[in-house]
């Protein structure tokens, strides 16, 4: 029977994923900063980089919440290596995850406008 494999970085990513929704949830009450959550992270096949998707409450905040975590990303950085056990700690890229703003926006229109009645065939 074949188990599914489950590659290093996937596993790296979730672990970064946990590690960093924290790191984040502190720094941004730290620095008063918008209020964001990490919602993915992805890491390069050589673990060099890791691509962290954050979203935020308040849409026209995510602008200054995403440059006030690409301004600390060094300091967040330091503090992910001494909570993991990793040789070589990613660099963070911090970008706007607006899926779910896309998600809402696509649930208003579908309520704004509701599919068109089918014609009663039942005569």
Avoid: C
């Avoid at 990513?13 to 502190?26: F, I, K, M, P, W």
């Avoid at 970008?95 to 599919?115: A, C, Q």
């Amino acid at each position: 029977m074949p188990t599914k494999s489950f590659h290093r970085t996937d596993r790296v990513s979730a672990q970064l994923r946990r590690e960093l929704g924290t790191l984040v949830h502190n720094a941004v009450r730290e620095h008063q900063l918008p209020s964001v959550s990490v919602s993915d992270v992805e890491v390069t096949r050589d673990m060099a980089h890791a691509k962290v998707f954050v979203t935020a409450l308040m849409e026209e905040k995510s602008v200054e919440a995403v440059k006030g975590l690409k301004e600390l990303a060094p300091q967040i950085r330091f503090q992910l290596g001494k909570a993991m056990k990793l040789r070589h700690v990613p660099e963070l890229h911090f970008h706007y995850d607006d899926s779910v703003d896309r998600g809402e926006r696509i649930e208003k229109l579908l309520k704004d406008n509701p599919p068109p009645a089918e014609p009663d065939e039942s005569r």
